[in-house]
């Protein structure tokens, strides 16, 4: 049986860092809210089993995945779940431990990557927390990616099992996910990440594998992969991109 991947049509969201493991592993998976009414999908298709009274355990929000009767929420715990499926994580289990708090980490960045844009609520438009969105954004480019990056940089340096992977000695999700932050940063923030492989070449080099690899080429060149854009978290506002001090 198919996954269903539920997340919002017309962005990549927090639902591509599942997609990239579906499609490295090469899994069945529906994309239902971008399926057609008339098969049953599409965005009210989602809407629907989120809202439903009779859904024993219904998310919160997109993402989530279904598989057969089991629905799994929040993004770091779906990759929990499909890792050891798709033969996307550690063998080690303490280390899929590790792996989960590394995709934690991941998953702090994405929120203080949208809170660039929405620093004082996510119910305003960033055109009315525009003076606040830049002191923040000139914040996370010039504290918070250095910080955040400068700790992915060292966890590669430092694993035992070198330094291609930031678990273990084979791709896992956490992988995938690194290359897709990575990916966003440089849509939102190019002049920010100008000198990005100088300062963090283990992190380039590990983005740049990710792109080779056979499924994820063939991933990035379909038209299941969406263009990066400004409804999404990681948003091009070229005010508030600026060189890193
Ligand atoms: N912590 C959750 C965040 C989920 C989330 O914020 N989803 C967004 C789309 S990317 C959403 O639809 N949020 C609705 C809301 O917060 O009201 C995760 O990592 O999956």
Request: with cysteine.
């Amino acid at each position: 049986m198919s996954f269903e991947l539920y997340y919002w049509d017309g962005l990549q969201g927090r639902g591509e860092f599942v997609r990239l493991a579906l499609e490295e592993a090469g899994a069945d998976y529906v994309e239902v809210a971008r399926g057609k009414k008339s098969d049953g999908l599409g965005t009210a298709a989602m809407m629907a089993l989120m809202n439903s009274p009779d859904e024993p355990h219904p998310p919160f929000a997109p993402p989530f995945l279904k598989d057969g009767d089991l629905i799994v929420a929040q993004t770091a715990n779906i990759l929990f779940y499909l890792g050891p499926k798709l033969k996307l994580a550690p063998r080690d289990e303490g280390l899929r431990f590790v792996a989960n708090g590394l995709q934690l980490t991941i998953a702090d960045v994405v929120t203080e990557a949208h809170d660039t844009h929405h620093p004082l609520a996510s119910g305003l438009y960033y055109e009315d927390q525009k003076a606040a969105a830049k002191t923040r954004a000139h914040d996370f480019i010039d504290n918070r990616i250095p910080k955040f990056m400068g700790y992915f940089e060292r966890v590669l340096r430092q694993n035992p099992a070198g330094d291609h992977f930031l678990v273990g000695d084979a791709l896992s999700y956490v992988d995938l996910s690194m290359f897709q932050l990575i990916d966003g940063l440089f849509y939102a923030f190019p002049r920010a990440l100008e000198r990005f492989g100088e300062h963090y070449p283990r992190l380039a080099a590990l983005h740049d594998a990710v792109i080779e690899r056979p499924n994820i080429a063939a991933y990035l060149e379909s038209d299941r992969r969406l263009a990066h854009n400004e409804a999404c978290i990681f948003r091009h506002y070229p005010e508030l991109d600026k060189a890193a001090s």
